[in-house]
């Protein structure tokens, strides 16, 4: 499969290295020009273009950018394809984005308000950078963890199941966009070890006053 990646951050890399490794081609993209990517497309041996160009290319493309910076991609290129959303809101660097801050929508449901005509997925958004390059285990391993995953496209979410699979992962699952509340910051399953078992008992006892404290992950791991 072709994997165009919006971004090429921490979490664009960590997710462009596990695609490699399970044999997809990817194309890297960054805000500048491609040929600032050149060290990393020649050690990972990819590909760089523009932010159009990874949407053009990608059977999936993985939306790895601050959400601050959603509303600048490439629309137009991004119509009818899978769009793996990262995204997490840090209104410290995001700005104050009104209906997020009142919890009217997800993040999920914002990014495909704009992307209209896209089939969006979110997943990969609710583990960090460290445990997406450690934490990727064999199937059937007993510390394999679960990444929530949730859509409107149930044909999309199964694709991008398939895909963490591949990566080392078990799909949770986390239900529509309106759902995907229920694994944004400050709720029990963002970002903890657990167990596709444990963790969508997690995601079913959530509820709207259920708020964890930042960092809550550190101390509570279930694999
Ligand atoms: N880090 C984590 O542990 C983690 C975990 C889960 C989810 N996430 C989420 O994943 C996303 C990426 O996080 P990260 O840690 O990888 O961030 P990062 O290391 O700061 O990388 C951000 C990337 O986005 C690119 N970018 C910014 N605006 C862009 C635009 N308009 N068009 C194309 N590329 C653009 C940047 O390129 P330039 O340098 O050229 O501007 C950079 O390559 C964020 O939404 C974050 O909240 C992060």
């Known amino acids: 499969m072709r994997i165009g990646i919006i971004g090429a951050g921490a979490m664009a890399q960590t997710l462009a290295q596990h695609a490699l490794k399970a044999g997809h081609e990817v194309m890297l993209s960054n805000s500048r020009a491609p040929e600032s990517l050149s060290a990393i497309v020649e050690a990972f041996k990819c590909y760089s273009g523009t932010a159009e160009q990874a949407a053009e290319y990608g059977d999936v493309v993985i939306i790895a950018v601050p959400l601050y910076a959603y509303n600048r991609l490439p629309k137009e290129q991004l119509k009818g394809k899978i769009v793996l959303d990262l995204l997490n809101y840090f209104p410290h660097r995001d700005g104050r984005v009104a209906p997020l801050h009142d919890s009217d929508i997800t993040t999920s449901e914002l990014l495909a308000s704009y992307l209209t005509g896209s089939r969006v997925v979110k ?101």
């Not at 007993?142 to 496209?153: E, G, L, Q, Y």
């Open 123 to 223: 997943a990969f958004n609710s583990i960090t950078v460290q445990d997406l390059a450690s934490d990727a285990r064999s199937i059937g391993a007993s510390d394999r963890r679960a990444i929530p995953i949730a859509s409107n496209d149930e044909e999309a979410k199964t694709t991008v199941a398939k895909l963490i699979n591949e990566f080392g992962f078990d799909a949770a699952n986390g239900g529509n966009l309106a759902d995907s509340w229920r694994f944004e910051r400050f709720r029990p399953a963002y970002c903890v070890a657990a167990n596709k078992q444990t963790l969508e008992k997690i995601l079913a006892t959530t509820n709207r006053d259920t708020v964890v404290s930042d960092g809550h992950w550190i101390h509570n791991r279930y694999v």
